[in-house]
């Protein structure tokens, strides 16, 4: 599948080679990039090289002022934040004398890894 993408968008390259072959993992600039844009691409090493140029060589015209969007970090924060209280809230308060430790525990955890990655969602998100 073709999906063109303008270079300028492009603020960095990372570069695993695999042989005859090279994965390039494009980072675009904040508040550049949609659902539809490539992150992984596989090209031959002399075209991860031609691609690796062209971005060097482009003057991109991004505005460097990006505002973070504030809702939606505090939205995944309070989120987390829940998440959090209900690891809590398991962990502290035994479903009664006949709960099973290890599923308590797993609860506990899962919910804990879940507000995890949201707090750190919230910190990433831009």
């Known amino acids: 599948m073709d999906r063109p993408v303008d270079v300028a ?7 695993i ?6 994965l390039c993992w494009l980072s675009y600039y904040p508040g550049h990039s949609d659902l539809s844009a490539p992150r992984l691409i596989s090209a031959t090493p002399r075209a991860a090289d031609a691609i690796e140029r062209a971005v060097a060589e ?16 505090a939205t995944l924060g ?16 035994e479903p009664g004398s006949a709960g099973d430790p290890a599923l308590q525990w797993y609860i506990a955890v899962s919910f804990g890894l879940f507000g ?11």
């Open 116 to 126: 995890f990655f949201l707090a750190l969602a919230a910190l990433l998100s831009g």
């Open 9 to 15: 968008r492009i603020e960095r390259i990372r570069r």
């Open 17 to 22: 080679g695999l042989g005859g072959a090279t």
């Open 78 to 93: 309070f989120l987390a934040l829940c998440s959090f209280g209900l690891a809590t809230l398991v962990f502290v308060v």
């Open 58 to 73: 482009v003057d991109p015209e991004i505005d460097a002022e990006h505002s973070p969007n504030r809702a939606l970090q």
